[in-house]
């Protein structure tokens, strides 16, 4: 077993080689740790099941210019002539889209008096008719759907009925069932729960509230509308629409058809950009790390050359030359793993105080110490092979 002091002394005479290697290994360990924890958050989120039949519904808009449509008669018209269209499952109009960044919202309360009564948290507001969850293609769990004789096109009706997802009944009527459970929007409308679905993100895909939705019994009557069919239909049906309702009525736009997966990937672009910034960071920090090890050793090779052949001639093997430059390799390593982890740890406490970013977990510094050895490791075997190679003879041939 080599005798670690020897090899201590040894670092600590040319100082100025493993210090800066030490450095470059605290400040890796720190920031690939974070790193990879951000990143692991990132897919995590970008991974979530929205619960809706993402690669299914074709979403489009429509425009009307003639101030002599009736809006709310045009909008079942066109409701109708969707969902009469072949290989249509499920057609509804929407007041938002799942996963756009952009929609309603709102808090509703417990009891009438908004001042004292406990409140929701922010949900995400959706308005639709019997078709919507058909449409959706989300999984109603408890109660009842909408019947059709209970859809209004008042957003202010006073007999608002509410689907809310399993996630909000949760959080408000923990272990109870929410189905015939009153709301307040407000001091005077009641609206009532009629069924749960069991899973139904909103628009923000990076609010907290995300998995917080309901969705009233109103027929809206905007420019959004939805389509569910196979993927593989979707080019022809993008044809077939617009065919069918410019017959219709010709004095109009419609335009901007995209799939709601093509939605939620615009949305989650941003996340998707920092993930390969940082995967990009992370692996041009262990190869800058491995690269300077690589050459440390290099330069010892040639420096200790004599030292090393003095070593063979009274009988070191090579291996244990080998396992000297491993054994120099993983004391560096693991003193500056050591402190990386801490400034790792410290920095992640800075980035959950201002970025708003979840505690670093320990895990990642411990895995980022380890596959740090083991880069390095690959990094040093090399070179110190081909000074375990170097013969007696040669090394002291001018001696």
Request: charged letters at 15%; aromatic letters at 6%.
């Amino acid at each position: 077993m080599l005798n670690i002091k020897p090899i201590i002394s040894s670092l600590l005479r040319s100082k100025s080689g493993p210090i800066l290697l030490l450095m470059q290994i605290i400040l890796s360990v720190a920031i690939v740790a974070n790193a990879s924890f951000i990143i692991n958050e990132r897919l995590t989120m970008m991974q979530r099941d929205s619960g809706i039949a993402e690669q299914e519904i074709l979403t489009f808009a429509i425009y009307n210019f003639d101030p002599s449509i009736d809006a709310t008669l045009q909008n079942k018209v066109d409701q109708r002539i969707l969902r009469s269209l072949p290989n249509v499952k499920a057609a509804a109009s929407t007041n938002m889209l799942p996963l756009s960044g952009s929609g309603w919202s709102t808090t509703l309360n417990l009891g009438p008096d908004p001042e004292t009564a406990k409140s929701t948290p922010q949900v995400a507001m959706y308005m639709g008719t019997e078709h919507t969850l058909e449409t959706f293609g989300v999984t109603l769990v408890e109660g009842r759907n909408f019947y059709a004789d209970e859809i209004t096109d008042d957003v202010n009706s006073p007999n608002i009925l509410l689907l809310i997802t399993k996630a909000l009944a949760d959080e408000v009527w923990p272990n109870e069932s929410a189905v015939g459970k009153t709301l307040w929007a407000g001091r005077d409308v009641q609206v009532t729960v009629i069924g749960v679905v069991d899973k139904m993100q909103g628009a923000w895909v990076d609010s907290s509230d995300l998995e917080y939705s309901i969705i009233q019994n109103v027929d809206y009557s905007g420019n959004s509308y939805m389509v569910r069919a196979e993927p593989k239909h979707h080019e022809a049906l993008q044809q077939q629409i617009l065919d069918a309702l410019m017959t219709e009525n010709p004095n109009r736009v419609i335009d901007n058809f995209q799939s709601i997966a093509v939605v939620k990937e615009n949305s989650y672009r941003d996340h998707e950009l920092m993930v390969t910034v940082l995967s990009m960071m992370v692996v041009l920090l262990l190869l800058i790390t491995s690269l300077g090890l690589t050459g440390m050793v290099m330069f010892n090779i040639q420096r200790r050359t004599k030292q090393i052949g003095t070593r063979r001639a009274l009988g070191a093997t090579k291996g244990d030359i080998l396992s000297l430059f491993l054994t120099e390799n993983y004391i560096i390593c693991i003193v500056g793993g050591l402190i990386g982890g801490v400034l790792a740890v410290l920095l992640g406490q800075q980035l959950m105080q201002h970025y708003d970013l979840p505690q670093l977990n320990l895990i990642y510094p411990v895995l980022t110490v380890v596959g740090m050895l083991l880069v390095t490791t690959v990094a040093v075997i090399l070179p110190a092979r081909k000074a375990a190679n170097i013969s007696p003879a040669m090394a002291t041939r001018s001696v």
